[in-house]
C-alpha cells in the first residue's frame, strides 16, 4: 500500500509518495500555480495513481483555491482529499494561541513533525519566515517574518531601478555596485533578524531548545545562526503523515 501526503504553500507544492511503513520513497516540488494548469497533477502522479494508493490523500495547505482545485481534478475518481484542519488535532498536540482557526496548516505540521523534541524552535523559511514554538510538547505560537525571496522579489517590483538578484554567501563587506549592496542588505538583514528573534525566544527560556531549519533557504543561513541547529526538509511531510495515522 502506498500513500499520498502533501504541503500547499503560497509560493510551493510540495508531494510526498510514502510506502507501507509511512516512510518518504518519493517527492515531488513545483510551483503552486502549476496546480491550476490543465494535467500537471495527473501527469507527474500517473505512475502512482493506481490500485496499490489508498483512496485517501491528505493535505496541508494554507492556499484554499489551490486545493478546492486539487480536489476538482480528483473529484470524479475514486480518491478522496482531505485537508488537516478537518480533524481535532487536539488528540496529537495541544495548541496555546488565542485562535486556532486563523494558524496556518502547516505551522501545525510543522509543530506536530517535532513534537517528539519537548521543547523545539522551527524556523520554515517558505513565502513567509515563520518561527514556531514547542514547549513541553505543547504548541505556544510563534513569530512570522517576511519571506526571503518574497522581500526580494517585492523590492525589485516596486523600484524602477533595483535588479533582481540571486542571494550570494560570504558576504564580507558593503556594496561597491547596487547588486552588492542588495545582497549586503539582505543576508546581513536576515543574519540580524533571525538571530534576534531565536534570541528573543529562547532567552527568557529555562528549557534547552532543539532548533530545527526547514524551507528553501534553510541550507543557505544555517552558516550565520549562532546556536546549534538541524535541517529537516521533511519536517511538515512528517507532520501532516502522523495526522493521517491517527484519523484515516
Not at 555596485?177 to 540580524?192: P, R
Request: aromatic share 10%; hydrophobic share 40%.
Amino acid at each position: 500500500m502506498k500513500y499520498i501526503i502533501g504541503n500547499i504553500d503560497n509560493t510551493s507544492t510540495k508531494i510526498s509518495i510514502l510506502n507501507g511503513k509511512f516512510e518518504i520513497k518519493k517527492s515531488f516540488n513545483f510551483e503552486t500555480a502549476k496546480i491550476y494548469k490543465k494535467n500537471f497533477l495527473k501527469r507527474i502522479l500517473k505512475n502512482h495513481l493506481n490500485k496499490n494508493l489508498n483512496s485517501d490523500l491528505l493535505f496541508s495547505s494554507v492556499v484554499p483555491a489551490a486545493f478546492k482545485e486539487i480536489k476538482k481534478i480528483f473529484k470524479s475518481t475514486k480518491f478522496k482529499l482531505f485537508e488537516i484542519k478537518e480533524f481535532n488535532l487536539d488528540r496529537i498536540i495541544n495548541i496555546n494561541v488565542k485562535n486556532k482557526k486563523q494558524l496556518g496548516s502547516d505551522r501545525i505540521a510543522n509543530a506536530i513533525g517535532v513534537k517528539q523534541f519537548k521543547n523545539c524552535l522551527v524556523l520554515d523559511f517558505g513565502t513567509a519566515t515563520t518561527f514556531d514554538v514547542i514547549r513541553n510538547e505543547v504548541y505556544e505560537g510563534g513569530v512570522i517574518a517576511p519571506g526571503v525571496k518574497l522581500s526580494i522579489m517585492n523590492l525589485n517590483k516596486n523600484t524602477a531601478l533595483l535588479p533582481l538578484i540571486d542571494l550570494k554567501k560570504n558576504q564580507k563587506n558593503y556594496g561597491k555596485n547596487t547588486k552588492e549592496a542588495l545582497n549586503a542588505g539582505f543576508v546581513w538583514g536576515y543574519e540580524g533578524l533571525i538571530n534576534n528573534i531565536i534570541n528573543k525566544i529562547i532567552s527568557k527560556e529555562k528549557n534547552k531548545y532543539k532548533i530545527i531549519l526547514t524551507g528553501g533557504y534553510a541550507s543557505f543561513f544555517k552558516r550565520i545562526i549562532k546556536k546549534k541547529i538541524s535541517i529537516d526538509q521533511d519536517i511538515t511531510i512528517k507532520g501532516i503523515t502522523k495526522v493521517y495515522k491517527e484519523f484515516i
